[in-house]
């Protein structure tokens, strides 16, 4: 089979926030089966248009939903999808706000006729930029500190400098960041290649000094409450959507850039861009293009 145009299960992962591991479980249940999987090798292959889809499985899950019910929901239309919803929120009312939070949203986008496509997405062409790095492997749980604390440590680091800031703060993950997965996470600040350097020797265990390529990216902006969690995974999703959708391959980690930030999150203020690095897909040529 020609796997030119489907997303290796590594991409495909990382472009609808499930684990490799949660792929495989949802193969072996039945309820997002590859659209190939390699007789020799057994590596897994997906279509593009399967993304949404494993973007709803992913939704439903994160409400807690049983594997066997998301395995009969997949299927259903926005009706159905909705009143299924209501019925599991009215059966969490004991459960943990954020779990609350993330049903509340799910249902919203589904109701909307199950577009995931919110958000109007720009491509934003970056040039080459030297970062400043304070990188951590976090959970959800954890992530607010680390950032919080990598930033007072980056931003003390680059006073000494001083360095020049070419632009705004800006976090990359490497993988899932959720309750129940951890990932890499960086949190980086972008300075002057050609000024002043970070002194050798000084940088803490965990800092570093990273450069990297220029590079395309689907950006979407959100604001206030829309850039707090879980609102803001839609920004995610429309980026990622956008990416697959126009035949492009992933680049690189997600950034979260902080474009305005009040210091609170949910702060009406706050401006956040989520920006996915993409190139051409390979053995696409032209056709990726539009």
Same mark, same amino acid.
């Given at each position: 089979m020609d796997t030119t145009k489907l997303l290796p299960i590594g991409q495909f992962a990382q472009a609808v926030g499930l684990t490799v591991t949660a792929l495989r479980h949802y193969d072996t249940t039945g309820v997002l089966p590859p659209a190939h999987v390699d007789p020799d090798t057994g590596y897994r292959w997906y279509r593009r248009d399967q993304v949404r889809t494993a973007q709803l499985i992913r939704g439903l899950r994160q409400a807690e939903?049983?594997?066997?019910?998301?395995?009969?929901l997949v299927g259903a239309d926005a009706v159905e999808l909705a009143a299924a919803l209501g019925a599991h929120l009215r059966?969490?009312?004991r459960r943990?706000?954020?779990?609350?939070?993330?049903?509340?949203?799910?249902?919203?986008?589904?109701?909307e006729g199950v577009d995931m496509d919110q958000h109007r997405v720009t491509v934003r062409q970056s040039d080459a930029e030297r970062v400043l790095v304070r990188a951590a492997t976090v959970d959800d749980h954890g992530l607010d500190t680390f950032l919080r604390t990598a930033y007072q440590e980056l931003y003390t680091l680059a006073g000494r400098g001083p360095l020049t800031f070419t632009g705004p703060a800006f976090v990359r993950f490497h993988g899932l960041c959720d309750d129940e997965n951890a990932?890499? &996470?960086?949190a980086c600040l972008p300075f002057w290649a050609d000024g002043a350097q +970070?002194? =050798?020797?000084?940088?803490? $265990? %965990?800092?570093?000094?990273?450069?990297?390529?220029?590079?395309?990216?689907?950006?979407v902006e959100v604001a206030g409450e829309a850039a707090a969690f879980p609102a803001i995974l839609t920004a995610y999703d429309s980026a990622a959507s956008w990416v697959t959708d126009h035949g492009f391959a992933f680049a690189g980690p997600v950034r979260m850039i902080h474009r305005r930030w009040a210091g &609170?999150?949910?702060?009406?203020?706050?401006?956040?861009?989520?920006?996915? +690095?993409? =190139?051409?897909?390979?053995? $696409? %040529?032209?056709?990726?293009?539009?």
């Open positions: 939903v049983p594997v066997e019910r998301v395995r009969e059966d969490a009312e943990l706000e954020l779990q609350r939070a993330v049903v509340h949203s799910l249902w919203e986008r589904i109701s990932t890499l &996470v960086e +970070p002194a =050798e020797g000084e940088l803490p $265990e %965990g800092t570093y000094v990273k450069d990297l390529p220029a590079n395309s990216a689907a950006c &609170v999150v949910g702060h009406p203020d706050n401006r956040v861009e989520i920006a996915w +690095p993409f =190139e051409e897909a390979a053995g $696409e %040529g032209e056709g990726a293009s539009r």
